[in-house]
């Protein structure tokens, strides 16, 4: 039967483990990237963290955890980890208030794959090709990952 195991990922989003119940040998508490504690649980929800389809023919590619919980739509530790990343980078090479707010609200926009991501993506892709190419690659990288998945490549 395919069915979707559960993930055990760290509050940054390292993820050891996509077959949680399949494949307990790789369980591990804590992250061996970092070191932090490993959840399998959403912790607003409680409901597993979605891992990987296993059962019958399947072929995966690589796994990536998550950015939201599919049972309350609540976005994941490392979510918001990358976001406030994202936005704390941008504070660093921004002077201007209100560029600063646009930027925060426009990452807000593209997590969710809504008509207004559309134009948010175009408006963080222009603020941080204005900005120094390390620090802008290293921003888009950041806000790539917690985008919506249609929203990615726009970005
Ligand atoms: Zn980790
Ligand atoms: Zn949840």
Known sequence: MRQYD???VCPNGHLSNSRVATEPLHNKPFCPDCGEQNITACSKCGHSICGELVGGMVFTSEF??????YHCGGA???TEKKKQAAI?????????????????ENVEHVTRDTPQAQVAAS???????????GAGDMIRKLVVDVAASAIKGQL
């Open 64 to 69: 990536i955890p998550p950015a939201y919980c």
């Open 88 to 104: 704390d980078l941008f504070l660093d090479e921004v002077q201007d208030e209100e560029d600063r707010r646009r930027f925060a």
């Open 6 to 8: 559960v993930a055990q």
């Open 123 to 133: 408006r963080i892709k222009k603020a941080l090709d204005k900005l120094k190419s």
């Open 76 to 78: 994941f530790l490392w």
